[in-house]
Structure formats: C-alpha cells, structure tokens
C-alpha cells in the first residue's frame, strides 16, 4: 500500500460520502483532520484522568499534570526549543501574537518605532499590530510582493532599518502556499537589533521547524493545523525575552503571591497561561506530535510535493485556469482563479460533488487587493490525501466550467 | 398572488428536479436572468454583510407595498436572491411581518441560509424584514 494510503487509514473522517460522492478533502490550510490517535487521546484523558493541573495532590491531578507538561516537553524537541520552559500554551496562533503584542510590544516598543510586516500576512498577524501602532503610535511597514507571490527581497533593505523594531512574518502563506525566507530575514533583523516573531501556522506540519538554527526571537503555531485538537496555539519565545515581558493576562496559575497589595508572578511558562488551560486538548496534542514524528515530516513533505508538482500540471490543463502564487518555493497550497466565474461558485458546485475547497479571501484582504482579487479558491493538500482526490478536483472543475462558463 | 402562494409555486418547480444538477443548473439561469441593480443603487449601504460574494439589495415602496430587487456578483448567490425576490417582492410590509418562510427548507436549500454559509441570504432575508418592520411602523 501506498505510504499516503497508510496514513490516510488513520484518519477516521475521510471514509465517508458527502452529498452522495466520496469526501475529497482540499481545505488542509484552514485546518487539518485528525488521526484516531488524537481522538483517543481526547477520550481516553475524559474517561481515564481528567483533574485540574498543577496544584492537585491527588492521583488524577498527578497524572493530568504529567501529561500535560509531557506535551510541552515533546514540543519543545519539535521545535528544538533550548528547553520545554520556553513553550507556552496559547489558545491558537493568533492567541500568541496577540499575547506578544500586549506584553512585548506594550512594554518595549515606543512612539516612532517601526514595526515590520509583510503583503502575505494573514489578519491575524496585521490587526494586533494595529492595534497596538494606534496606541504607542508605533509605524506599520510593509514588505512589498512580487507577481510571482514571493516577497521583494531586492527592496528589504529599505525596510529594514534601524527604526525597526519588530519584524512579524508569516512563514509560508496560507493563501498562496509561499514559504517565506525567514532566515535570510530574520539574520538582517537581528543586524539592526530588531526582535522577530514568525507565524508558523501554515509552516508546522509541512517543514522541518528549528527555533535554535533560525534563531528566531517568537515562533506561533496552531495545534490544528498539525493533526491535533482545536483551541491550542504555541508560542516559543527565547527565555530572556518571555521572562522580560510583563504577564498576558490575570488570574490563577501566572502568580506567585496575590496579597491585595501587590501580587508577584510565576516564572514562565506559567507566568502566561493564567487560569485553567485547555488541559485535554493540550494533552491530545501529544499524540499529533507523534504521529508527525512516526512516520517523519520530511517523508510527508516529500509526498505534499509530489501532490503539488501533480496537481499544478493538471490544474494547469484546464482552460481559463489561472494559478495565483507561482513562488519557487511552496507548500503544497493551490490558490487559483478561473476566468469568468466568482470563486464562491466554483465552492458551491464543488461541494455539490463531495469536494472541499475554500474560497474567498483567506483573511488576507491586503494581499487580494494588492493581486486584484476579489478571491481565490484554494485547494490545500495534506499527507493523506491522493492522486486521485487531485483527480476528482479536475473533474469537479470540468463540471464547474461545464455549469457556470 | 400571496407571500405564500408565491411559495408553493417556486416548491412546486423545484419538485420536478430530480437531482442537485438541474436545480443547480436552474438556480444559475435564474442568476443569469436577473437583471442586475442598476450602479446607482449599488450604494455602500445596499451592501448586505457578512457574505463572501458582494450581494446588494435595494427597496422601493410604492402604493402600501414594498419592492425588492437585488444583485450578486455570484451567479448562484444571484439566483438564489432572484427566488427571494419572487417570493417577497410586492407584497405589504404587514404579509411581509406575518409570513413564515418556508420554501427554502422545502426545496432543499436550507443549508444556503445557514450562517456557515456565509453568503449572506440569511442576512438578506432579515434585511427585507428589516424594511418592511420601518414601513409598517412609519419610521421611514
């Protein structure tokens, strides 16, 4: 059996029929599914070890604990984090951008400052900064975009300055799959005394991720975009910056002492992730993790590829057909428009045939403007999916073109 | 014709279709037939939010009645507009306050006007009420 067919076997969802077609699903980008060993873990910690962590003495708490902290340990060897400390639990990849904005930005960054982001982000990583330039009155910048969807390094040292404060970059695009050149960007950064958080949420599952080797200030990911639960997000930052930053928010876990005169904080992680966090899913992420790590990134990337390299030849078959993001380096993301027809169409009649896809603007409304997009559709693939589902989408596309050209 | 006999005409069409394909295939022609909104009424505020595909809709009120007519830059979005517009177009805002819709669940398009689908028919249908709430209480 084909190594794709293997794992395909893992993921309980993909085996049924949606509107009378086998489900084909292309909306990876937007979140991953889960292999049965996320959903038992999911249900073996409510049915085996559910307690509240860290400050229980009992059996249950012990064990719920150790899980947990297990799920940090096994993401800072993912990321190959300096230590698990440096891990904290987030609620999602926007959690910790935010969270960096309203600790980071608040305490360091000062009226004047450039903060510098690029045409690819996702809002996610264009708001907060927003949000914080309109209180500090810090400046926004932004790295220009080629044609091609790859970032106009030929201009970066006009943008990179000693103004600048805060680079926060996507990694690889979620709209047109681009994968940024972090390192090169996160070297002249550092050249300036410039801090760098980069968003890895569409990067994690798909390449090999070294927070040491990139030495890299902040990295954010979400756990749903690699096999694992919803509602949990990392953030890594360098211990000397996390333990610099002020507190996110307030509550039980971040302090040390609460007197009603002045409360004193938790050493990091904790010091982060103040109330209950989402222990079950946080624990389930543990077994995402090894499922990525038994059958190896680089082999499921390897696989992605020949997906993309397959499907883009096919794609590029069909008449009318325009592929948006043609970056030299990619992951395995398609976004493309067809001539004539509004992307929400294409969606509806797909999904007529049991076919997944997204359309819209991604949350990347800059990016669209800046292409002259109203949208894109987007077919974005994963590990377990197959030559034939590549196949299915150029079908469905035909019947698309067949109703709407 | 009522609100709702404008209904049942559009369920009694759509039982003919014996598969998504030729309702599809409908829906779009309806799209195809609509006329489009003339750029003067493509306002800002005829907008409807919350739909991925820009959907406006404009009201006249003439004689008691109010009238609707509306465009999509979607050609299913559009056709399905047209349907709302057969059934709620030219009626009182008082039919228009008093009427359950029903016809959408009847012919299998229900899951357009869920909030998933982000098309914004929901938000239309409750703008139209909106409309029809201001005529009857003579707010506009």
Redesign the interface.
């Known amino acids: 059996m084909h190594f794709s067919e293997i794992i395909r076997q893992e993921f309980p969802i993909l085996h049924q029929s949606v509107q009378g077609h086998p489900l084909v699903y292309l909306d990876n980008a937007a979140t991953t599914q889960k292999p049965q060993v996320v959903i038992d873990a999911l249900s073996h910690y409510y049915e085996g070890y559910n307690a509240n962590i860290h400050r229980g003495i009992h059996y249950l708490a012990e064990k719920a604990t150790s899980a947990f902290e297990e799920t940090r340990k096994s993401i800072a060897r993912f990321v190959n984090a300096a230590e698990p400390a440096e891990v904290i639990f987030t609620y999602g990849t926007t959690d910790g951008i935010n969270l960096v904005a309203q600790t980071y930005g608040k305490s360091f960054l000062n009226a004047g400052d450039e903060i510098l982001i690029s045409t690819l982000e996702h809002h996610s990583n264009i708001v907060p900064w927003q949000m914080l330039c309109e209180e500090k009155g810090c400046i926004l910048r932004v790295i220009p975009l080629l044609e091609t969807g790859e970032l106009d390094l030929a201009q970066i040292d006009a943008f990179i300055t000693e103004q600048t404060k805060l680079v926060s970059l996507i990694h690889v695009s979620n709209a047109l799959g681009t994968i940024n050149p972090v390192q090169e960007i996160i070297d002249k950064a550092h050249a300036v005394g410039a801090k760098v958080l980069v968003d890895g949420a569409q990067a994690i599952a798909h390449l090999d991720v070294d927070v040491q080797a990139l030495d890299v200030d902040f990295y954010v990911f979400s756990a749903h975009k690699l096999y694992g639960p919803t509602g949990v997000g990392i953030l890594y930052g360098k211990r000397a910056l996390l333990e610099s930053m002020p507190p996110y928010r307030g509550g039980g876990e971040m302090i040390k002492e609460v007197t009603f005169e002045k409360t004193t904080y938790n050493e990091i992680p904790f010091k982060f992730e103040a109330g209950t966090p989402n222990i079950a899913d946080i624990v389930a992420l543990k077994s995402a993790v090894d499922f990525v790590e038994q059958y190896g990134k680089s082999s499921m990337a390897a696989w992605e590829d020949e997906l993309l390299v397959y499907a883009t030849a096919a794609l590029e078959q069909i008449d009318g057909l325009k592929i948006i993001g043609t970056a030299a380096h990619k992951i395995a993301v398609i976004s493309f428009v067809l001539e004539g027809i509004h992307p929400q169409d294409i969606g509806v009649i797909l999904d007529q045939q049991g076919i997944a896809v997204r359309t819209g603007h991604h949350c990347t409304q800059p990016l669209m403007k800046r292409l002259g997009l109203v949208g894109t559709t987007r077919a974005s693939f994963s590990v377990y999916n197959t030559k034939e589902d590549v196949d299915r989408l150029v079908m469905g596309l035909h019947k698309v073109k067949k109703f709407l050209a | 014709m009522t609100l709702n006999e404008a209904q049942d005409a559009i369920i009694e069409d759509f039982d003919l279709f014996d598969d998504?394909?030729q309702k599809?295939?409908y829906i779009?022609d309806l799209g195809k037939k609509l006329p489009g909104l003339d750029s003067l009424h493509k306002t800002e505020e005829n907008i409807i939010k919350g739909c991925?595909?820009?959907v406006w809709l404009h009201a006249e009120y003439r004689d008691g009645k109010l009238y609707f007519y509306g465009d999509s830059?979607?050609?299913?979005?559009k056709g399905l507009v047209s349907l709302l517009l057969q059934v709620l177009s030219g009626h009182t805002p008082a039919e228009l306050l008093s009427t359950e819709l029903y016809f959408i669940d009847k012919i299998g398009l229900a899951s357009h006007l869920a909030q998933t689908r982000?098309?914004g028919l929901a938000s239309m249908v409750k703008q139209m009420k909106s409309y029809a709430l201001a005529y009857s209480l003579g707010t506009v």
């Not at chain 2, 830059?73 to 979005?77: G, L, N, S, T, W």
């Open positions: 998504w394909e599809y295939e779009i991925q595909s820009v830059e979607a050609i299913i979005v982000s098309n």
